[in-house]
């Protein structure tokens, strides 16, 4: 069965500091896709990045950036430079199926950046 | 374009009363989704619904829920009875024609059972 996990709860940092938040993936499929979306406290999910199970190059984004290794199952996010607006919960996401639309989320990891 | 709405924001009601929260997905999307977010449970999928026919709807708790999708431009969900387990944030989500699409969330439901 297809699963996610954020082994991190909670994270906080200091501004300016770098922080990467953990994913580890389980899934059967060969083709598949992974997502990372942000919930700041205004409740409302954005999306940030997907990532194709056969494209397995980083991505950066500005601060923002995504380690990809199928090796391990993994798609870690790295933010630099961490600000006080990052401050959110970020989930990460498999897709079960190539294009079913159906989404697994990891139980997400709350980021706090103090100032 | 305006995002996808959600009505209403938020909703406070007693154990044994229906419930209805209603969505309106983006123009043009073809995939729209129901979600409950819980501290307990996460982030979990209920339904989702492809050119307004219900996919999968193996994520609906009980079958005190029901979704519907009469056309293009609207969704609800509906409680019936309702009961305080239920007590948690409902986002709807909709994507384009693909189903890896990313999703957009409504601002969700903040549904509180007393």
């Known amino acids: 069965a297809q699963k996610v996990t954020q082994a991190q709860t909670e994270i906080s940092v200091v501004e300016k500091e770098d922080v990467t938040l953990d994913c580890v993936y389980e899934?059967?499929?060969?083709?598949?896709?992974l997502f990372w979306y942000k919930q700041p406290p205004s409740g409302e999910l954005v999306f940030l990045i997907r990532?194709?199970?056969?494209?397995?190059q980083n991505e950066i984004s500005g601060r923002y950036s995504w380690n990809f290794q199928k090796s391990t199952s993994s798609f870690n996010f790295t933010i630099t430079a961490s600000q006080v607006v990052d401050s959110a919960v970020y989930f990460c996401?498999?897709?079960?199926?190539?294009?079913?639309?159906?989404?697994?989320f990891g139980q997400g990891t709350t980021l706090q950046v103090k100032p | 374009d305006a995002g996808v709405i959600q009505s209403p924001r938020h909703e406070v009601t007693e154990m044994g009363q229906e419930v209805t929260l209603r969505c309106k997905p983006i123009?043009?999307?073809?995939?729209l989704f129901w979600y409950r977010q819980t501290m307990m449970r996460g982030l979990e999928l209920l339904i989702y619904?492809?050119?307004?026919?219900?996919?999968?709807d193996s994520g609906m708790p009980e079958d005190r829920f029901s979704a519907k999708m009469p056309n293009a431009s609207f969704s609800t969900l509906k409680i019936q009875p309702s009961e305080p387990r239920d007590s948690a944030v409902y986002f709807c989500?909709?994507?384009?024609?693909?189903?890896?699409?990313?999703?957009?969330f409504g601002p969700g439901t903040r549904l509180t059972v007393l």
């Open positions: 989500a909709s994507s384009f024609y693909r189903g890896y699409d990313e999703q957009f």
């Open positions: 899934t059967r499929d060969t083709t598949y896709y």
């Open positions: 990532r194709n199970s056969f494209d397995e």
């Open positions: 996401a498999l897709s079960e199926g190539s294009n079913t639309g159906k989404l697994i």
């Open positions: 123009s043009g999307h073809d995939y």
């Open positions: 619904f492809n050119n307004n026919v219900p996919i999968d």
